[in-house]
């Protein structure tokens, strides 16, 4: 069943869009009408049914790319389900894939100038690495340079096989042949912003100006939001989601309320209780409306205690928010600043500093670092001390990592946790089906390029060996110490890891300090935080 995994991969990276060139094309009336009645059939559930409509609407006109794409992604989807049985996956009456492949086979042979069938070949490739994929779309857009399907499917191949430089290029190329195609700009627009976060801005601002309030539009603001590391410019594009993308009429656009309550919480905390108080109302779902009941609840709380505070009733004030607890995904700097300022001016200095000196280990934050360095100095302590109370809170009950040895992808070589004793370690959980963990490698190489000469080493352990052979292509791409898990349950029974990706922070001397995966806002910076502080120490400290 793993085997096909990977192919759902790509099923979701593509946009199956009729092409320009190889796809101007009318099919046979009768093969139209098997692909429609196959449609039906899909969203209908009927699987089986819809395969065996594809199939005939393919054997009636081999040149039906539409008929060709949905029957290659079905029948990957059923291999899946069937657990990899593929002689048992009928795509029509008796006949399987490898048929299909054998029929496209022949037809390239007959026809090699022929683009539409290089790239089915490429749609009927199920191997892991995508390598015959890659190939075979290379050689439908070297033979019709107007064919945008096949420029998008090689894209989802490479960004696949790791190469994002070249997934962007593709996609670039069809979103020129097709200016006016909002699948084509947005697929660019995001795959860009990986790596340009000012083009991407600007060709987010250019979608949303050709296609208000098309569907596309609130994955490139949400995801403009969470690239955003102003917190000012973070708010606008998070109203301006609000606006065009209404939370009571779009589900998605409620989670990421969330980030605007918690940029709020930040910066006015009236602006968060009113949207708090808004979402309580207008969400439909009774636990949703719960949890928003609870962020009013909790932005009372902080409301209720500046109040306090500016009557001069600073005992109280810290009191009441000593039983805050902070809501998920909403950072608790506000809490623990305003704590610590109502502790101070109720002259209890020293518990207004511990609380800042656990907030700061818990959470490593810009804003935390100089309240904590004058809070110290008011206590006669020089900042060197108070950066060593901050690290004797984080390695308070730590605890060395469980050690390993593990199979290098690099060169076959046993590699041991132990040999990188004395470096900072950040150790990364990754599965190669998992979108979030290809996300993250970019930014994690990021770190390593910045930290690696002060002593930062990233090892990676992908946690299904079973996917090794395009887990070995990824991690070729970049600098990391790149291992293997023995077998599937090794990660979960060795180190208690059930998701992935999963990140670990591990000092010069062994001890696990930090867990974290890259979401939700400005995790990387906070990441790097954490680095820093683990490399100003020695294996000693």
Request: glycine share 4%; aromatic share 10%.
């Amino acid at each position: 069943m793993k085997r096909y995994r990977r192919l759902i991969f790509i099923l979701a990276c593509s946009l199956v869009i009729a092409a320009a060139g190889a796809s101007q094309y009318n099919p046979r009336p009768e093969a139209k009408a098997e692909y429609e009645s196959g449609l039906v059939l899909q969203k209908a559930g009927n699987t089986a049914a819809a395969l065996e409509a594809f199939g005939r609407a393919v054997k009636l006109d081999p040149d039906y790319i539409e008929a060709c794409s949905e029957l290659a992604n079905a029948a990957k989807a059923a291999q899946r389900s069937q657990q990899g049985v593929r002689s048992q996956v009928k795509l029509a009456p008796d006949t399987t894939l490898s048929d299909f492949r054998a029929l496209y086979a022949a037809r390239a042979a007959a026809s090699p100038d022929k683009a539409v069938y290089q790239w089915a070949l490429g749609q009927f490739d199920d191997s892991q690495t995508q390598e015959a994929a890659e190939r075979y779309y290379r050689k439908a857009v070297a033979l019709d340079a107007g064919f945008v399907t096949a420029y998008q499917s090689l894209a989802s191949t490479l960004a696949y096989r790791g190469d994002l430089t070249g997934a962007r290029e593709c996609l670039r190329k069809a979103c020129e042949l097709r200016p006016h195609d909002p699948e084509a700009l947005a697929a660019y627009a995001q795959r860009v912003g990986e790596s340009d976060f000012a083009l991407y801005c600007k060709l987010t601002d250019d979608f949303l100006t050709q296609f208000p309030r098309h569907a596309a539009g609130f994955e490139l603001l949400s995801r403009m939001s969470v690239y955003e590391g102003n917190l000012t410019a973070r708010i606008a594009i998070l109203e301006r989601l609000k606006n065009l993308y209404p939370p009571d009429e779009n589900s998605n656009s409620e989670w990421y309320m969330r980030f605007l309550f918690d940029a709020y919480n930040r910066t006015d905390p009236a602006k968060a209780l009113s949207l708090a108080q808004e979402m309580s109302v207008i969400v439909r779902a009774p636990a949703i409306q719960r949890e928003w009941r609870y962020f009013a609840y909790y932005e009372q709380t902080l409301v209720t205690a500046r109040a306090l505070m500016d009557r001069h009733l600073y005992a109280q004030a810290a009191e009441q928010l000593n039983g805050a607890n902070v809501p998920y995904l909403v950072s608790s700097d506000p809490q623990s600043l305003l704590q610590a300022e109502a502790l101070a001016k109720a002259g209890n200095s020293k518990r207004a500093y511990r609380l800042l000196v656990d907030a700061m280990a818990a959470e490593p934050s810009d804003v935390l670092r100089p309240v904590l360095l004058s809070y110290g100095e008011k206590l006669k302590k020089t900042p060197s001390q108070v950066e060593q109370d901050v690290w004797s809170r984080m390695v308070y009950g730590s605890s060395s990592l469980k050690g390993f040895t593990l199979t290098s992808y690099r060169d076959g070589k046993k590699v041991r946790l132990s040999d990188y004793r004395g470096r900072v370690v950040l150790l990364d959980f990754w599965d190669p089906e998992s979108a979030a963990c290809r996300e993250e490698f970019p930014r994690l190489q990021k770190m390593l390029d910045k930290y690696g000469t002060q002593g930062l080493t990233l090892i990676t352990i992908n946690v299904h060996p079973a996917q090794d052979a395009i887990a070995a292509v990824l991690m070729g791409r970049y600098g990391f110490v790149a291992l293997r898990a023995p077998d599937n349950q090794w990660a979960l029974n060795q180190h208690h890891i059930d998701t992935t990706p999963t990140n670990i922070l591990i000092d010069r001397r062994g001890r696990a300090l930090y867990h974290s995966a890259f979401w939700g806002f400005d995790p990387q910076h906070t990441f790097e935080l954490t680095v820093q502080i683990l490399l100003a120490h020695g294996a000693k400290d």
